[in-house]
């Protein structure tokens, strides 16, 4: 709090407004609602369609489900809609560095929107959440291992290697992206955020690693750090502590805390 | 009446056979003394009917709609049962029940096994579409989705399928995934349900689906009108030629040419309509702005116009034109009957209705005015001005009744000496491996349990990706409160099969004890009776027996049931499906977060046996494996089976029980082989000499109100049951990676555990890839 | 060992609402093609196997999808050679 | 009105693997369908709309491919006039 005091004014959790958007089939929202109104923010459901200006909030937040069904590919017709309606204010609310997050569909949005690696200012998918191996959508729990090394504003609060329990249910979830090398140039920004472990905190496969996701990526940020996305579920995983007490709730109090000093 | 409207006269002025023809011709199936009794009314009114009219009897008079076979048997040994928790009985589309001062808790379950036999993918997904309307217009939050389904073998021959029956597996492929299609779609978590296989299964699958939902008991609202002047406001999906005479489907036995005849029975459901649906239901009808809501089911419209007028003593008056449809050419009496998908039916006064169609358009939903309240206690429709359709709804809704002859089959139980097997170990794995038995985690995992972030208990729990079968799932309904409803099915098919009477009783037993093993307290039930055709005396005696033991092992409980459903004539030609009374328990437990789970905790903690065990194996696992036909059918005592769980109930709030699994198929070997798989611990159990038993028989004895329990401290754990007079035995302790059962001395079973769970995870996977 | 291609398409019978089709045809509107008056979803299996007979080869794939890819309750679908 | 029908062929690229297709192999090699190489599974969207300039409405449907139906990063596809 000390920080963003700007003109004697700064931010207090109550007036923190958190955009939860939806269409029809979204259904995660109310997780998500539930996840900032405990943390003492104001965070509202918004449907698309009623969206006046992004810049109302200081969040944006994509909730899991099933937007439009996933008909045609998970997320994708969410994101065309959200293309259609906002890129451009869209673009700017992220340059000016507000949060912006997906969860699961969420992901698979903001993935379908370009948005996520984000190298480039697009308006095209640039990655793909492509259908798990398995062929089949999956409920289960998985373990993550934190690995950003601060660069990703929803995470900040978790120290890095951290290892949580949070479920996973998705049928599409496992990250494709153009080039090998695009791989490395993640890596190298830290961009990578999550990935699945065994129970000793090694990389494994299925079904630790639910979808076969390479390098067992399970959620991502951008370059700057603020847009994150993730396959598994914090929201559902709020009130279940690890060892260390570490549960999904930081990744909602991280970026919080990233608000409250901005 | 002029052709004009494509409204035709029926003309019933017919003799007998001609009578009867015209009911098959038309596809509603009324019997020849019900045509007559339509024709006396019709007679006595001194006009013909309309083919409108003819197919709302049609529909209002069915089984699926009346239930005229069974009703009598029903209000005599059902729901005659009370309870104090108990808010709404049976004469609502769901039970509604009492969660805590400001919530009550609504159940419902239903069948859909016709659809599903016919297209299991659109069957299924229906059903699971239908279950949750009934739950929605009692103004409830849909929290849970329960589906129990039964199949003939996965291993079924090709060349002995019947003709036009679909195979098992493709049966079962498809249900599964309509289910996780649409439940996952409308984002309602799937947390419960049982997977069965049974020869008798292969021409009549059942489908039964259930949901769960929570509302603030201010928020229920009725399936009814309020007042005069309320008007008919139609909302959700358009109406189209599919699912006619889905009801009248329903209550006939399956043919060969099902498949093809019944294709307009058959649908697709459409969770993105629904989806945005509930949530628009919901919103009005927590803004107060709805006098009733009724979900549009089977009969569509002609069912839910009469009874919601009816019920709120008045008539209705509806505009047929006014329906929004998807296809242009159909006929009025189709739209009338029409059980299209995704549709609700709600009463609104004048002054609110702006506002309920704001919020429908708001949500991108259809909303339309159809019609209108009126004094007399009749149905009007009109079609473009021209009145079409003109009866007293006395008449459409006091559909027969019957009195169906019961035989009660004598089935001729003896306990038998058999001869001690000598590979104990090779029959163990053989059950494990019984696709019955086996992990269900093939399906389970496919539905989303976890979604809305309120579930505390999945159906399977254990190491990240090792389960143990949970006996319940638990899920939190209310936000601001650690108060859970817990969540059982439970049938075992072969024993209803083999004993009626009491494999019905057991079934109650199996759901109570599911209840309690995970922590929580029974508190109402709800049944789907799935039965063969009650014109034949013999399976109507099996639904007659099957009711006499569920009322037998209810009337103790001080629970009832507070919802249900019959599903008759589940029968082709090849037979009738087993007996299949599917219960759904709702329990509560106070604090979610002192539930109890089935995988082991602890090297070194005991392994206690809790009740009775008895030479009971009519119907169990190990005499099917064996090959034995004989055997008595487990009993069951209420008595026993409350002060049982009221003992566990209590000393696990005392936090002595670590982890507890109850006996079911397979008893004790099974149960104890299920809580080590979900975690990397083993079990050696030395059993003392047992009278009248050879120890095989003891480890896997079916006999009920039984439970494994996990104990740290065993002396205050004994203290309590001797204090308590609760049979237990201390059979031995979590030890190694191998489940070992020895009895002085001798080795009955030695296994790695890593063995058995292989077999058990892997048995349905390797027929469905 | 020689292997032929199949092709088996498989759409839904006439009278069968499609909710995909439906909900695709809603987003594309609201993305501003208002053009559009229909859209049927289909999926094709491209089947390789190995046989010489096309008669046989063809026997085949109706089984198959009898057994798992098709219901005939409400999909129409038709098998080709492709050569 | 005049309506055109148009069919959009959608397919994954090359080295994509295709877990639907390996998975349905699967299942068919469990039913005894022992002889089947390999199963690739496509989509297609059957879009019937109005217009009458043939070049226009690819065009058009250019553009729901760019803008929904297709995500380069895995697809390749086709469009098609149907007569
Ligand atoms: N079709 C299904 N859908 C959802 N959950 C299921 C299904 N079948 C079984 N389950 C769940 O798996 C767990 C174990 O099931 P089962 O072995 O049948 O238990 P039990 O022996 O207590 O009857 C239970 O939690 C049950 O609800
Ligand atoms: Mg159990």
Redesign the interface.
């Known amino acids: 709090m000390l920080f963003g005091i700007i003109w004697g004014d700064y931010l207090d959790r109550s007036d923190i407004k958190v955009c939860v958007l939806r269409i029809e089939g979204t259904n995660n929202e109310e997780e998500m609602y539930n996840a900032f109104k405990r943390l003492g923010t104001s965070p509202e459901i918004v449907h698309l369609k009623e969206l006046k200006d992004i810049f109302d909030y200081n969040c944006l937040m994509i909730p899991g489900g099933f937007s439009a069904g996933d008909y045609v590919r998970a997320g994708a017709i969410f994101a065309s809609r959200i293309r259609a309606k906002m890129a451009n204010e869209l673009h700017k609310f992220i340059d000016e560095g507000w949060p912006v997050g997906g969860i699961c569909n969420g992901f698979q949005v903001l993935v379908e929107l370009g948005l996520l690696p984000g190298f480039k200012r697009m308006d095209y998918p640039n990655a793909c959440l492509f259908l798990n191996n398995s062929a089949r959508f999956e409920c289960r729990p998985t373990l993550l291992k934190h690995e950003s090394k601060g660069k990703c504003i929803f995470t900040r609060n978790i120290p890095k290697g951290e290892i949580m329990m949070v479920p996973s249910a998705h049928g599409e979830g496992k990250l494709l992206l153009p080039k090998e090398k695009d791989f490395d140039k993640l890596f190298e920004n830290d961009q990578v955020v999550f990935r699945y472990v065994d129970k000793k905190g090694e990389y494994a496969e299925y079904p630790w690693n639910p979808n076969d996701s390479a390098y067992n990526i399970a959620g991502i940020c951008n370059e700057a750090g603020n847009v994150f996305g993730m396959m598994p579920h914090p929201e559902r995983a709020y009130f279940d502590r690890n060892k260390n007490g570490i549960s999904g709730m930081k990744i909602f109090e991280s970026v919080l805390k990233y608000i409250e000093e901005k | 009446m002029s052709s004009k409207q494509n409204v035709f006269e029926v003309d019933l002025n017919l003799p007998d056979e001609k009578l009867l023809e015209l009911s098959q011709k038309i596809g509603i199936g009324l019997s020849l003394d019900e045509m007559k009794s339509v024709k006396n009314y019709f007679k006595e009114k001194g006009r013909s009917p309309t083919d409108i009219e003819i197919q709302a009897i049609g529909q209002a008079w069915s089984e699926h709609c009346c239930y005229k076979s069974s009703k009598n048997v029903l209000k005599k040994f059902i729901f005659n049962l009370e309870a104090p928790q108990n808010i709404f009985v049976i004469k609502e589309d769901a039970g509604v029940v009492e969660f805590d001062e400001n919530y009550a808790y609504v159940l419902a379950l239903e069948s859909h096994n016709h659809p599903s036999a016919v297209e299991p993918y659109g069957g299924a997904a229906t059903g699971i579409g239908g279950i949750l309307r009934d739950v929605v217009c009692m103004g409830a939050q849909p929290v849970a989705l329960i589906d129990p389904i039964f199949f003939g073998p996965l291993d079924l021959p090709y060349k002995q399928l019947p003709k036009g029956v679909k195979h098992p597996e493709f049966l079962f492929r498809g249900v599964v995934a309509g289910i996780r299609d649409y439940g996952n779609r409308v984002g309602i978590p799937t947390v419960s349900g049982s997977v069965y296989f049974h020869p008798g299964y292969t021409s009549n699958c059942i489908v039964n689906v259930g949901c769960v939902g929570i509302v603030k008991k201010e928020d229920i609202i009725h399936s009814r009108v309020k007042e005069l002047g309320d008007i008919f406001v139609m909302v959700g999906g358009k109406t189209g030629k599919d699912g006619i005479h889905g009801v009248n489907f329903a209550s006939a036995e399956l043919h060969e040419e099902s498949e093809t005849t019944s294709r307009s029975a058959v649908q697709v459901g459409d969770p993105i309509t629904k989806e945005p649906l509930i949530h628009a239901c919901l919103e009005a009808n927590s803004k107060k702005l709805l006098n009733g809501m009724k979900d549009l089911g089977g009969g569509g419209l002609s069912c839910v116009v009469g009874e919601m007028a009816h019920a709120g003593g008045f008539g209705a008056k509806v505009n047929l034109e006014k329906v929004l449809l998807k296809e242009k050419d159909m006929m009025p009496w189709e739209i009338w009957v029409s059980e299209s998908q995704e549709r609700m039916m709600l009463a609104v006064s004048e002054e609110n209705l702006k506002e309920v169609l704001d919020i429908f358009n708001k949500w991108d939903v259809n909303v339309v005015v159809i019609g209108e309240t009126i004094p007399e206690k009749r149905v009007l429709v009109y079609y473009e001005g021209e009145k079409i359709f003109d009866m007293d709804s006395n008449f459409l809704t006091s559909g027969p009744l019957y009195a169906r002859e019961v035989r009660i089959v004598e089935r001729i139980q003896k306990d038998i000496e058999t001869e001690k097997p000598t590979d104990i170990n090779k029959i163990l794995t053989k059950m494990i491996s019984d696709p019955n038995i086996a992990s269900k985690d093939w399906v389970i995992l496919q539905y989303d349990h976890t979604v809305r972030g309120s579930t505390s208990l999945t159906p399977l729990w254990g190491d990240v990706v090792n389960f143990s079968p949970q006996d319940s799932a638990i899920v939190k309904p209310v936000e601001d409160i650690n108060k859970g409803l817990v969540i059982s099915t439970a049938i075992n098919p072969f024993l209803v099969e083999y004993d009626p009477y009491w494999g019905s009783a057991s079934a109650i037993d199996e759901v109570f004890r599911n209840i309690v093993a995970v922590g929580g307290r029974p508190h109402t039930l709800a049944d789907c009776l799935n039965f063969g055709n009650p014109e034949k005396p013999e399976r109507f005696g099996d639904f007659y027996q099957s009711v006499m033991g569920l009322n037998y092992a209810t009337k103790d409980l001080k629970i009832s049931f507070s919802s249900g459903n019959v599903s008759l004539y589940n029968e082709s030609v090849i037979g009738s499906c087993p007996p299949t009374p599917t219960i759904l328990c709702v329990g509560i437990i106070d604090d979610i977060n002192k539930k109890i789970t089935s995988n082991f905790k602890k090297e070194g903690n005991s392994i206690y046996l809790v009740g009775k065990t008895e030479r009971e194996f009519g119907g169990s696992l190990y005499y099917r494996v064996l090959g034995i036909k004989d055997g008595i059918a487990p009993k069951m005592n209420p008595k026993n089976l409350v002060n049982y769980s009221n003992a566990l109930l209590e000393s696990m709030k005392d936090g002595i029980i670590k982890s507890c699994h109850d006996l079911s198929e397979g008893g004790l070997a099974v149960a104890v082989a299920e809580m080590t798989f979900g975690s990397d611990y083993g079990a050696e159990l030395d059993l003392p000499l047992i009278q009248d038993m050879r120890a095989d028989e003891f480890i896997f004895s079916e006999s009920n109100s039984r439970w494994v329990i996990e104990i740290e401290n065993d002396e205050k754990f004994e203290d309590f049951l001797k204090k308590n007079r609760i049979p237990f035995m201390r059979i031995g302790k979590i030890s190694g990676k191998d489940l070992k059962i020895t009895q002085k001395g001798e080795t009955l079973v030695d296994v790695p555990i890593e063995t058995l769970r292989n077999k058990w995870k892997n048995a349905i996977w390797n027929h469905m890839g | 060992m020689s292997?032929l291609k199949v092709e088996v398409k498989v759409g839904?019978?006439e009278?069968?609402?499609?909710?995909?089709g439906?909900?695709?045809k809603k987003?594309?509107k609201?993305?501003?093609?208002e053009?559009?008056?229909?859209?049927?979803?289909?999926?094709?299996?491209?089947?390789?196997?190995?046989?010489k007979d096309e008669k046989q080869i063809k026997e085949?794939v109706e089984?198959?999808c009898k057994?798992?890819?098709v219901?005939?309750?409400?999909h129409d679908y038709k098998v080709e050679m492709i050569k």
């Open positions: 292997y839904l019978k009278g069968i609402t499609d909710p995909e439906l909900n695709i987003s594309l609201l993305l501003g093609f053009s559009i008056e229909n859209i049927e979803v289909k999926r094709s299996y491209v089947i390789e196997l190995s046989g085949n089984m198959m057994k798992l890819l219901n005939p309750v409400i």
